[in-house]
C-alpha cells in the first residue's frame, strides 16, 4: 500500500509511518 498509496497511507494512517 505504500507503494501505490503513499499519500493517502499516510493520510489515513500517519502514526502507522512511525
Request: hydrophobic fraction near 45%.
Amino acid at each position: 500500500m505504500k507503494g501505490i498509496f503513499p499519500v493517502v497511507k499516510e493520510d489515513l494512517f500517519p502514526q502507522q509511518n512511525v
